[in-house]
């Protein structure tokens, strides 16, 4: 009886054999298909109609565990992907349209959060796309048009911050702000073509700390606020020095000699200016040189190596270590340059 049993056993499974995994005259694959790796693990199983997907597809981790899963509307053309990580969790879920993404589309994290939303249109990003902090809140809001941004931007900075702007064809154009978590301006500017034009402004406390002038993405000028202890505004291209006065106050020199007591910390004020024209001549004494007014360096009367400077400071500059490897890289490209060379900056 046993034995009839078994027969019967292998019998049918030869048969389901031969049910799957079938190919017409024509080559085309026909029904119930399941593909299987060199151990015999399975890869995908689905069916096909006249070589094209039907219903559901899935595939498979090497465990077994399901890592995709595409129910088609139109065979073998049309159908809802979603993909699963090795543990199960539903990592994206959206449409393909032979073979390429078209319509909505979203993405999660391991945990489930919703991380993305997008829109696609036969492969490119078409219309809106949002994006989520992992608290949930909106991060990000970008319109597209053929994979380029095209409309209204927004991006949240902070918890209750934001920047926006409007995208024409892949650059921003107009009007650019931002504000802060408390719904103070932090900086405006404008666009044309994608490029920064015209006065671009930062704000700190509601109050304008920096004024740039830019033209067609060049910066042409940067002025800085100075407290002194009325408030003027100064251009960086006419600051030669920087020197702390405690912790509270700046000495700031200018070229023709007169010298301004800005009353606000060094270290915002070294932030304004930025490090673009200037060098840090020691990082002890906080001191800042325009880089282009430094000569070298020679000795005092006890032999220390001061800065070399034109013009030079009624006072005395003792550069640190990393000013001084600085200065000689300096020296080394311009040998390099004088030579008839090309000295590569990156």
Not at 21 to 28: A, P, T
Not at 60 to 81: A, L, M
Not at 190 to 210: I, S
């Amino acid at each position: 009886m046993k034995c009839k049993v078994l027969l019967l056993v292998l019998l049918l499974a030869g048969m389901a054999c031969q049910a799957q995994n079938q190919i017409d005259k024509q080559g085309r694959r026909q029904g119930h298909w399941l593909k299987t790796d060199n151990q015999g693990a399975k890869v995908y199983e689905g069916t096909f109609v006249d070589g094209l997907e039907t219903g559901t597809f899935t595939y498979f981790y090497p465990d077994g565990k399901v890592r995709i899963r595409n129910e088609y509307s139109v065979p073998g053309k049309i159908c809802q992907h979603t993909v699963y990580d090795a543990e199960g969790n539903m990592l994206a879920k959206g449409t393909f349209n032979q073979k390429n993404r078209d319509g909505l589309w979203q993405f999660f994290s391991k945990k489930g959060k919703l991380l993305k939303i997008t829109n696609y249109k036969m492969g490119v990003r078409h219309g809106e796309q949002v994006l989520f902090t992992s608290e949930g809140d909106t991060a990000e809001v970008s319109n597209w048009n053929d994979n380029h941004r095209h409309g209204r931007w927004w991006k949240r900075i902070g918890k209750k911050g934001y920047i926006t702007a409007t995208y024409v064809h892949g650059g921003i154009e107009g009007k650019m702000v931002e504000y802060d978590d408390n719904g103070n301006l932090v900086r405006e500017g404008h666009y044309v073509n994608g490029d920064r034009q015209g006065a671009f402004r930062y704000y700190e406390d509601g109050q304008k700390v920096v004024e740039e002038t830019w033209s067609k993405g060049v910066l042409r000028d940067k002025l800085v606020r100075l407290k002194v202890p009325e408030e003027m505004f100064v251009s960086v291209n006419d600051i030669n020095f920087m020197v702390p006065q405690g912790k509270n106050k700046t000495l700031v020199y200018l070229p023709d000699g007169t010298k301004l007591l800005d009353e606000e910390e060094p270290e915002r004020l070294y932030d304004h200016v930025g490090d673009g024209r200037f060098t840090l001549a020691n990082k002890e004494a906080r001191i800042m040189v325009a880089t282009e007014l430094i000569v070298g360096t020679t000795r005092d009367s006890e032999g220390r190596e001061i800065l070399s400077l034109d013009p030079m400071p009624d006072f005395v500059i003792y550069p640190d270590e990393d000013c001084v490897k600085m200065l000689k890289s300096l020296q080394m490209q311009k040998e390099t340059i004088d030579a008839g060379g090309q000295f590569d900056f990156d």
